[in-house]
């Protein structure tokens, strides 16, 4: 017998003995220099401020769990910016039509992952003993859009009022790989595009008793993690710029295309120390969110009423505060630094919905 029509058979009875059905989506986004809003609308702010870091990761999942199985289909978007405060500076400079400091050293520094995914995961957990349990999971992956790249350069500028006056000289590097060129690449007759990504992802968790009052819980997200692009488009370009040499500009480079780009995804990794007391409503714990270039960290607050949880979280790094209520059914945390939403620099939220027969 044709093995799919196998496989429709079983599935009505796999179904039907589910035990739950849960609906999540996660947001964590952080901007350092302009608010959330302005960095992911090209960074139009009327301030700038210092840091190194913005980005913006979020999970969406709708997934079925019976006894130690769990089956689902998962969407994905990170969103990575590592720069200098120079890079920083510059590009706020440009996107805000000021005109960039006179008479200045510039190092300018960025490194930029963007990866929008799809995919179907499946996951099993793993009971060591009655305290402790792994959580392990893969998901099957279709890329939809990604960015991965760098770009390096040091500059001098005079006191000149033109902007390429005012640039006295500037060499760099940039080196980067596209599904579609951002970079007005077009304008230079090039319009080179990628099919879709595929690859993998891995996730690994673990949950227990540290004391008797003590729990915890770590899981680690798009660990040893891949997406494979055919026929990748990238640019990779030296730049040489200098106001007393003719031509003034040396471009040396290529648009091209690769046989296959290996993506590596960016990691996230979260965890909760938690004290709890069977005979007391509430509890405390410590959590935190890590991606590869930073940290933050929370102080939640619990309260047991009834059939519902009631939170709140600080979060003193970004000076972010948060409120949260849970049920078995349903949930939601929501935390940030400012109600105005344009003018927030971190924004949290958590909602999930439950159904269990």
Not at 75 to 96: C, G, H, P, V
Request: aromatic share 16%; glycine share 6%; with cysteine.
């Amino acid at each position: 017998m044709n093995k799919n029509l196998i496989f429709l058979m079983l599935l009505p009875s796999f179904c039907f003995a589910e035990q739950s059905a849960k609906f999540s989506l996660n947001a964590e986004l952080y901007s350092d220099p302009v608010s959330v809003h302005a960095f992911l609308n090209d960074w139009d702010s009327p301030r700038l401020e210092k840091g190194k870091n913005a980005f913006a990761s979020g999970k969406m999942k709708l997934e079925t769990q019976h006894d130690h199985w769990t089956m689902g289909w998962v969407w994905s978007y990170d969103y990575q910016l590592r720069f200098s405060e120079d890079m920083a500076k510059l590009y706020y400079q440009i996107k805000n039509d000021q005109l960039i400091d006179a008479n200045s050293n510039y190092a300018l520094e960025l490194e930029a992952q963007h990866v929008d995914t799809v995919g179907a995961r499946f996951g099993y957990d793993w009971d060591i003993n009655s305290d402790w349990k792994i959580v392990t999971g893969l998901t099957a992956l279709i890329g939809r859009h990604y960015v991965d790249g760098e770009f390096q350069a040091q500059g001098q500028t005079s006191n000149k009022p033109e902007l390429m006056d005012r640039v006295k000289w500037l060499n760099g590097h940039l080196n980067y790989s596209y599904d579609e060129p951002a970079l007005k690449e077009d304008e230079l007759g090039w319009n080179g595009q990628t099919n879709k990504g595929y690859g993998y992802a891995l996730d690994l968790g673990v949950k227990g008793k540290l004391a008797k009052n003590w729990d915890i819980a770590v899981q680690a997200e798009d660990i040893f993690s891949y997406l494979y692009w055919d026929n990748a488009p990238f640019t990779k370009y030296s730049i040489r710029y200098d106001q007393n040499s003719r031509p003034r500009m040396d471009l040396a480079g290529q648009l091209s295309k690769t046989k296959q780009y290996t993506q590596k995804l960016p990691y996230k990794v979260s965890s909760e120390i938690t004290y709890s007391r069977n005979d007391q409503p509430w509890s405390l714990s410590l959590t935190s969110f890590s991606n590869q270039y930073l940290t933050l960290v929370q102080m939640n607050g619990f309260w047991q009423y009834a059939s519902l949880k009631y939170g709140v979280h600080i979060e003193p790094q970004t000076q972010s505060l948060g409120v949260s209520v849970q049920h078995k059914n349903f949930g939601l945390k929501y935390l940030t630094d400012d109600l105005a939403t344009n003018d927030a620099h971190r924004f949290s939220t958590y909602l999930y919905a439950q159904y269990f027969w």
